[in-house]
């Protein structure tokens, strides 16, 4: 067994707390990887406090991993002691049901299996995330990621850059496009970076007032302070798509009256509570809802290869395990520029 050192949540009142535990020794198709940074997602924030139900204690988080091959089991093709390799936010699928075999595993008809906060296919084990000093997962969950980028810049890409890259390619996000995305925290600023890679005109719709200038310098054309009711007016139904990334509660009309004819929010942010939707809203410009989570993992790889094309990262603030408290305190009050990430050296 391999001896790992982590912290973990014992229940959603208390904080994180340091925990040591053990990863099952490779099997053959598993990669171990020893974990260098992890980013810090609301989502882990969320579960941590039990916001969305059916939290499972005790809970390591993590699903923004980075690190390097210490060694693989017999089967293992992609992947050899000392590469670089990540992990994102599902370790597992059933891998047969029709959006598996499309390599859609973050639809599987079975249920992904979540890095932590979830039971591993046997339905007994506890899989247990990324605040932590080891992984060891199945190489059809493992990435490749380039050498040539900041390690800790890449971390965030798992979850905050697939679950915006993902949405913004199923939408075509092209040149001559509009976009807007509402939020600028992890994956707002990379929602951000995606749509201005991909030739979109976009504005960032904040809540914020002290992040324009950051806005601008990440890409932002056009800046919307979402409490100032008279620059929102002057864009409504302006923008084809509107990317939701917003964490807390909200209502969503006065994002939905930004959208032009057959214009769609696509929504990635998960709030605790269910948002209200005017019909009279929808009705105007035939617009349209949807959601997307994360993404595939042929999609992933997708992604982190076209970062590395284009050499692009996350916007972070790396603090050690100790602050995590504290980070967790900062991204409640929107104060993440733009995703805190972990740098597990300070657990060893
Ligand atoms: N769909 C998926 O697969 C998926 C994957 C990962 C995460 N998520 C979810 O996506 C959400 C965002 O995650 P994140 O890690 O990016 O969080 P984050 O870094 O905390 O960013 C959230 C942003 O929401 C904005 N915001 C906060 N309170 C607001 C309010 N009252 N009204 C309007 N805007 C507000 C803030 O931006 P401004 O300061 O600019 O207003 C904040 O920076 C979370 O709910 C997370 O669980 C979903
Ligand atoms: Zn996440
Ligand atoms: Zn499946």
Known sequence: MIATNA????????????????????????????????????????????????SIYPMVPGHEIVGRVVRVGSAVTRFKAGDLAAVGVIVDSCRTCNNCKMHLE????EGPTGTYNAYERDGKTL?????????????????????????????????AGITTYSPLRFAGVTSGMRVAVIGLGGLGHM????????????????????????????????????TNKDQMKKFSSYFDVVLNTVSANHDYAPYLKLLGMNGRMMVVGLPAEEPRVDPFDLLKNRRSVTGSMIGGTTETQEMLDFCAEKNIVADVEVIPMQ??????????????????????????
Request: hydrophobic content about 35%; overall charge negative.
């Open 191 to 226: 929602g951000l970076k995606f749509a201005h890679a991909f030739g979109a005109e976009v504005t960032l719709v904040s809540s914020s007032p002290g992040k324009e200038a950051d806005a601008r310098r990440l890409g932002a054309h056009n800046f919307l302070l979402s």
């Open 323 to 348: 602050y995590i408290n504290e980070a967790y305190e900062r991204m409640v009050r929107s104060d993440v520029r733009y995703r805190f990430v972990i740098d597990l050296a300070s657990l060893k």
């Open 7 to 54: 912290y973990a949540a014992i229940n959603s009142k208390g904080s994180l707390a340091p925990y040591s535990f053990e990863r099952r020794e490779p099997r053959p198709c598993d990669v171990h990887v020893e974990i260098l940074f992890c980013g810090v997602c609301h989502s882990d924030l969320h579960q941590v406090r039990d916001e969305w139900g059916g």
């Open 106 to 109: 973050q639809y599987c008809e």
């Open 127 to 159: 899989a247990q995330g990324g605040y932590s000093t080891h992984i060891v997962t199945d190489e059809r969950f493992v990435y490749h990621i380039s050498d040539k980028l900041s390690l800790a810049g890449v971390a965030p890409l798992l979850c």
